[in-house]
C-alpha cells in the first residue's frame, strides 16, 4: 500500500523517508490527489449556486461526498455537516448546543486524556455557564479509566460527556458504550471525538448510541481543510446556526430570516467542495483496502513495535506496554536523558518523521508526570522496515548526544 503514496517515494537527508507521524496527520495516495485535481479542472463551481451544469456538478459531487461520508459512519446524511476540522466541529456543538443549555449546578465529564480540542472547548464552556468541568483520570500504568471511575464522576448533574474514541496519546480505545449508557442513565449528552478512530477501525456512530460525533479528513488520508460533525437530527434542528451568511438561508427579509434545515444551517459561505471530494474518495481507498486487513496489518505492526521498544535499553513507554495489547495507531515513549525534541531532530538525520512535545494533551501529561514525550503513529502504509527503522535508529540517538550506550 505504501506504493500509492507518492510523498513516500522521497529521501530525506539522504534517507529513505520513513513517516510516523500518522496520528498528527496521515499522508494522500493519488486516487485522492487525482480525484480532487479531477473535480478542480472540471467541476469547481460553487455547489447549490448555479443551474449550468458546472455547478451542478459541483453540487452533486459535494451532496455525494456528504452521502458517502454518512454511510461511512452509518448515520444519515442530513446529521452530517462539514466543517474546516474537528477542533471547529467540537466548537460549534460547545456555542450551538452545550454553551445556551449548560449553567451553574451543572457538570461536563471529559477523562484527562483528551486532545485540547475536546478539553479547552469545554473549559470554554464551564467558563461561559459556571458549570462545573469534571475529569475521569485514567489508571497512570495502562491509560484506560479505573472501574468505578465513570459512575463516580457521571451523575444527575452532568449535561455533557465529551470523550475521545481513541486517546491520541495513549492508543488506547476508550469504552463508548459504558460512558453513552452511564450519561444516558444521568440525561447528559455524549459528544464523541472520532479524529483517531476512524483511520484505524469501522466506526457505527448510531450503534455507539453518541449524539454528537467529530473527525477530520486530514487524518484518514483525505485533504487538509475539511472536518465532520456528526449531530443527531432533533438536536442538530432545535440548534441555531454556528455562521451567518449565503447558503444556509431559507428566505431573507429586510428585518429577519428564515434558515435552512440542517445539515445546511450551519454550513454558511462557500464549502470546501474540492475537500469534500477529498474525503469521498479517501473513503473509497479506505473500502479498496477493507478494514479486515488495515486491523491485521497495524495489530501486527503495533506489537512489533512496542516489543521492539520495551526491548531496548533506556526506554520507557508511556499507557500499556504489553505488546499483545490493543493500541489503535499510537506509541509514546522517552528515551531517558533525551528530550523529545532533540530525538525527534536526531532521528529526522535518518530520514524518520516522528512527532515530539505534548501532543496537545498538556494536562494528561502533567498528571502522567511526563513533560513531553515522542510519539510513533501508523497508518495505512507503514511497513515493518519503517517500524524496524525507527528501532534501529533509537540508540543512535543517546550515542549522537554522547552517552555511551
Not at 208 to 215: M, R, S, W, Y
Not at 284 to 297: F, L, M, P, Q, T
Request: glycine share 8%; hydrophobic share 45%; aromatic share 8%.
Amino acid at each position: 500500500m505504501s506504493d500509492d503514496f507518492p510523498i513516500l517515494a522521497q529521501k530525506i537527508n539522504g534517507h529513505q523517508f520513513v513517516y510516523l507521524d500518522s496520528a498528527a496527520t496521515s499522508m494522500r495516495p493519488a486516487y485522492v490527489l487525482d480525484r480532487i485535481d479531477a473535480f478542480y479542472k472540471s467541476s469547481a463551481a460553487n455547489p447549490h449556486r448555479g443551474v449550468y451544469a458546472l455547478a451542478e456538478r459541483a453540487t452533486a459531487a459535494y451532496e455525494g461526498a456528504r452521502a458517502s461520508v454518512a454511510r461511512f459512519v452509518g448515520v444519515d446524511a442530513d446529521e452530517i455537516v462539514f466543517t474546516r476540522n474537528a477542533s471547529e466541529s467540537l466548537n460549534l456543538v460547545m456555542y450551538c448546543y452545550a454553551a445556551l443549555r449548560l449553567g451553574p449546578g451543572d457538570s461536563i465529564v471529559i477523562p484527562i486524556s483528551e486532545h485540547h480540542s475536546n478539553l479547552v472547548t469545554w473549559q470554554i464552556a464551564a467558563a461561559k455557564t459556571g458549570a462545573e468541568l469534571r475529569y475521569l483520570y485514567v489508571d497512570a500504568q495502562t491509560g484506560y479509566i479505573p472501574d468505578g471511575e465513570i459512575e463516580k464522576k457521571i451523575d444527575k448533574t452532568t449535561k455533557i460527556v465529551a470523550f475521545a474514541h481513541v486517546s491520541n496519546v495513549l492508543g488506547a480505545l476508550f469504552p463508548v458504550e459504558k460512558l453513552v449508557s452511564r450519561a444516558r442513565d444521568a440525561g447528559a449528552i455524549t459528544v464523541l471525538d472520532a479524529a483517531q478512530s476512524v483511520p484505524h477501525l469501522p466506526v457505527d456512530l448510531k450503534g455507539l448510541g453518541v449524539d454528537f460525533a467529530a473527525f477530520s479528513a486530514h487524518k484518514m488520508y483525505g485533504p487538509m481543510g475539511i472536518g465532520v460533525l456528526y449531530g443527531r437530527r432533533a438536536l442538530l434542528e432545535e440548534m441555531p446556526p454556528f455562521l451567518y451568511g449565503g447558503d444556509m438561508i431559507e428566505y431573507v427579509r429586510e428585518q429577519d430570516t428564515d434558515f435552512a434545515a440542517p445539515p445546511h444551517k450551519f454550513e454558511a459561505g462557500t464549502q470546501n467542495a474540492g475537500g469534500a471530494v477529498g474525503l469521498a474518495a479517501a473513503i473509497e481507498y479506505i473500502d479498496s483496502v477493507g478494514w479486515e486487513r488495515i486491523e491485521a496489518n497495524e495489530a501486527a505492526l503495533m506489537r512489533r513495535l512496542i516489543k521492539g521498544l520495551g526491548d531496548l535499553r533506556h526506554m520507557s513507554i508511556i499507557g500499556d506496554a504489553d505488546p499483545d495489547a490493543r493500541r489503535y495507531g499510537v506509541a509514546s515513549f522517552n528515551i531517558d536523558d533525551v528530550h523529545s525534541h532533540d530525538a525527534a531532530t536526531i532521528l529526522d538525520s535518518y530520514g524518520i518523521a516522528i512527532r515530539a512535545g505534548a501532543h496537545c494533551a498538556h494536562p494528561l501529561l502533567d498528571y502522567l508526570g511526563v513533560k513531553a514525550s515522542c510519539r510513533a503513529s501508523l497508518g495505512l502504509y507503514t511497513t515493518e522496515r519503517d517500524v524496524d527503522a525507527l528501532l534501529e535508529c533509537i540508540p543512535l540517538v543517546r550515542r549522537k548526544l554522547g552517552y555511551g550506550d
